[in-house]
């Protein structure tokens, strides 16, 4: 298994400015993914975190508004940057540690973000 | 494309009662099917998984048996606690891809 601790646990910001979400791993994984749960809402992928090279985004994020940094195999970071209030989410943290095994995906305990 | 249909809640139940939730799939192949919980206030946790055709998965006596025929993966409960208040999502890995797609998810409310 996998422990993942996640950085801050909640905030809230203003509009306009940025937040970095720190995510931590207790052990080296293959695979770091970005995840945002918006309220009473299903989980939606952001970004797979590729170490050493830049994340793979899908259909609706972009990097410019979520930049993503992995540089080593325990560790990234998400930041959501120009924030309104429409990014209130929960953005939780998600790692793989050995590909194929499905099973073997855990997630953060999630940020919870207020954008006022 | 592959997508997961759950029943939508609140799931409103009495302490000792029977909980089903509903969780129906669409995929390539025959990929293996996972229940997640999330309790209040923290992450997803995995609860169950079935890897094949007719497997029941099975954990804290909560259990799930893998339909091929009738795609889906009913998540079942014979005497649900308090403790089972929480969001369960089903979900399914995306052919060919790294994706876990999940389903909208179903919150669960148990009062004693």
């Known amino acids: 298994s996998a422990v993942i601790s996640q950085k801050p646990s909640r905030d809230i910001c203003q509009r306009g400015t940025s937040l970095t979400i720190q995510c931590q791993v207790d052990?080296?994984?293959?695979?770091m993914f970005w995840y945002r749960q918006q309220p009473g809402q299903s989980l939606t992928l952001i970004a797979t975190?590729?170490?050493?090279?830049?994340?793979?985004?899908e259909s609706g994020f972009v990097i410019d508004k979520f930049p993503i940094s992995r540089p080593n195999l325990t560790f990234s970071t998400l930041t959501v940057s120009n924030m309104s209030p429409e990014d209130s989410s929960i953005y939780l943290c998600s790692v793989r540690t050995r590909p194929p095994v499905w099973d073997e995906q855990f997630f953060g305990p999630g940020t919870r973000l207020t954008v006022l | 494309g592959d997508s997961v249909t759950q029943m939508e809640g609140p799931v409103t139940l009495s302490e000792e009662a029977f909980l089903t939730i509903n969780c129906t799939y669409t995929a390539t192949g025959y990929p293996s099917l996972f229940w997640y919980v999330q309790y209040p206030g923290e992450g997803l946790q995995l609860l169950l998984k079935?890897?094949?055709?007719?497997d029941k998965g099975s954990n804290k006596g909560f259990e799930a048996t893998y339909r091929k025929e009738t795609t889906s993966f009913h998540l079942e409960k014979g005497s649900v606690q308090v403790s089972d208040s929480a969001v369960y999502f089903c979900a399914l890995p995306s052919y060919n891809t790294d994706k876990l797609i999940f389903g909208t998810g179903t919150r669960l409310q148990v009062f004693p």
């Open positions: 052990s080296q994984v293959t695979m």
């Open positions: 079935a890897t094949k055709a007719d």
């Open positions: 975190a590729n170490q050493g090279s830049e994340a793979t985004y």
